[in-house]
């Protein structure tokens, strides 16, 4: 269950639903955010009926009590809070409903995302914390109440369903998405980016559940509006990783690692294997190809000596090691470049800021 995994594609043979080398599992999977509070009665129904429960270690050992006798608990890796977009979630083999405790808030809407993406909107259902007075009585179990007869739940403040009870109801899966942007540009002021930069940002935001890549990209827009043109008309897109280049079914993206002399080329610029990879599809590819770096920042760096005129670099590799100096290279050798100041980054934030200059052009 606690496979973590790159939120395109899944590795061969792996599932999201069932264990591998095991059939389809019939049951759901219950998101319920949680917090300091008393929880909901939306929350205890949920427990009740759950076969399985699943949450991060410190979560679960607040929570330990609510967890019904005989339930099957998986613990979750606490690195699942920093990339819940990365957490891999499989549905117990045996049937009945999966019920994953998660903190309410972004990173709760970006699990909610990904598992939506994958299982469907029918086998996802969110229940987001609501404050409940201490007396507040539990739900009777087999879940929430039903809504008025006649018609459609009324709103709540927060736009979502009201329950006949007066408390808000599950967020329906399909609307997970919009529910994701809303809390978004609730906390994050996107009206200083122009339009390809506001897709840029939220989409990144969305995607991480981190608000401070807003403070942390640097990008412009003039320079963006040239990338989309330019993708426009078909300009190749050079990767990385394969990894990247699957994350982009909307292109066919040129990966160096496929060359059979990516090997001998390393070892004869005494770089990385990434780095010569990338020199490789970028020659290929010619004058005005798009670039994008999610892993290497050795890969990065290297695009500042190629005389390639990118039409961009799009540059968001993470870690410690020469990641802050490889993009501040770039930016400072004048390439029209799309970084970040910080040294967070990975393949999946890459993916997601060239999806939406795509979904632009």
């Known amino acids: 269950m606690t496979t973590p995994h790159h939120r395109h594609p899944r590795p061969p043979g792996a599932a999201w639903g069932a264990p591998e080398g095991e059939g389809a599992a019939t049951g759901r999977v219950v998101l319920a955010g949680v917090g300091d509070g008393d929880p909901d009665p939306a929350l205890l129904a949920a427990l009740a009926g759950a076969a399985s ?52 808030g972004r990173a709760l809407t970006t699990l909610a995302a990904a598992l939506t993406a994958d299982l469907g909107a029918d086998r996802v259902t969110l229940l987001p914390r609501t404050p409940t007075a201490a007396t507040a009585p539990p739900a009777p179990a087999g879940g929430a109440s039903a809504p008025p007869a006649g018609g459609t739940p009324a709103a709540g403040e927060d736009g979502g369903p009201v329950a006949d009870d007066g408390k808000p109801g599950p967020v329906a899966a399909e609307d997970l998405a919009g529910e994701g942007r809303r809390l978004l540009r609730a906390a994050v002021d996107l009206a200083r980016f122009g339009p390809l930069g506001r897709a840029v940002v939220e989409r990144v935001v969305l995607v991480s559940g981190d608000e401070r890549w807003a403070d942390d990209l640097v990008l412009d827009e003039a320079v963006l509006t040239r990338a989309t043109a330019a993708l ?50 970028v020659r290929a590819a010619g004058r005005g190809a798009v670039c994008v770096v999610g892993r290497d920042p050795a890969a990065l760096a290297a695009l500042v000596d190629l005389d390639a005129d990118p039409a961009l670099v799009l540059g968001l590799p993470g870690g410690w090691a020469g990641v802050v100096e490889a993009k501040r290279a770039v930016r400072d050798a004048g390439l029209p470049a799309l970084t970040n100041r910080s040294r967070r980054g990975g393949t999946d934030v890459a993916a997601a800021a060239l999806e939406a200059l795509l979904d632009h052009g």
Request: glycine share 8%; charged share 20%.
């Open 53 to 104: 429960v699943a949450a991060p270690r410190a979560l679960l050992a607040a929570h330990r009590g609510l967890v019904p006798p005989g339930a099957v608990v998986e613990v979750l890796p606490d690195t699942a809070l920093d990339d819940p977009g990365g957490l891999r979630i499989d549905l117990p083999a045996q049937g009945g409903d999966l019920l994953v405790l998660f903190p309410s």
């Open 232 to 281: 426009r008309r078909g300009a190749p897109v050079v990767v990385d990783v394969e990894p990247l280049a699957a994350a982009l079914p909307q292109v066919e993206a040129l990966c160096g690692l496929r060359d059979d002399l990516v090997a001998l080329f390393a070892q004869r610029e005494r770089t990385t294997r990434i780095a010569a990879g990338l020199r490789l599809a």
